[in-house]
């Protein structure tokens, strides 16, 4: 499978890798092999990228409100574009740094905004939530 496993480490950021697609001024498309997923992500500062380059990082989003739901299935949507909506399982995260590390299918390092944060969610609970605009990636 393309994308890193689940950290055996619960306080070490999941990475994905993947193929840049496309690249503007202000985004890439990362191409997550073996699935559907064409993200559109910002690069963080000092990523630089050309289409056809392989990549391995760590996508980093906002979640404006986290859920914890009973069930349901594991994803980023939409599945072409900017992410938008996540859900999947907790598998880590880092209450000093706010940050709640989420398997989706791709895994993501998920910050919540007040009044949420990180230490309000245990590791195997899905969650699910809206994404605030500006999604990145930064090599890892």
């Known amino acids: 499978m393309s994308e890193a496993a689940a950290p055996s480490n619960p306080t070490t950021p ?24 064409r993200l559109r992500l910002v690069p963080a500062e000092g990523l630089s990228a050309a289409v056809g380059d392989k990549i391995a990082g760590v996508i980093r989003v906002q979640a404006l409100k986290m859920m914890v739901i009973p069930a349901g299935g594991r994803y980023i949507e939409p599945v072409q574009g900017r992410p938008r909506r996540v859900q999947g399982r907790v598998i880590g995260g880092s209450t000093a740094l ?16 007040a009044p949420q944060r990180a230490g309000d969610f245990a590791i195997g ?6 994404v605030r605009d500006g999604a990145t990636i930064e090599s890892g």
């Not at 706010?98 to 905004?113: D, I, R, S």
């Open 98 to 113: 706010n940050e709640v590390y989420v398997k989706a299918g791709p895994g993501v390092v998920v910050t919540p905004l």
């Open 14 to 37: 999941p990475a994905v890798t993947g193929l840049i697609d496309e690249v503007h001024r202000e985004w890439v498309q990362v191409r997550v092999p073996d699935t559907d997923y």
């Open 125 to 130: 609970q899905m969650v699910s939530f809206d």
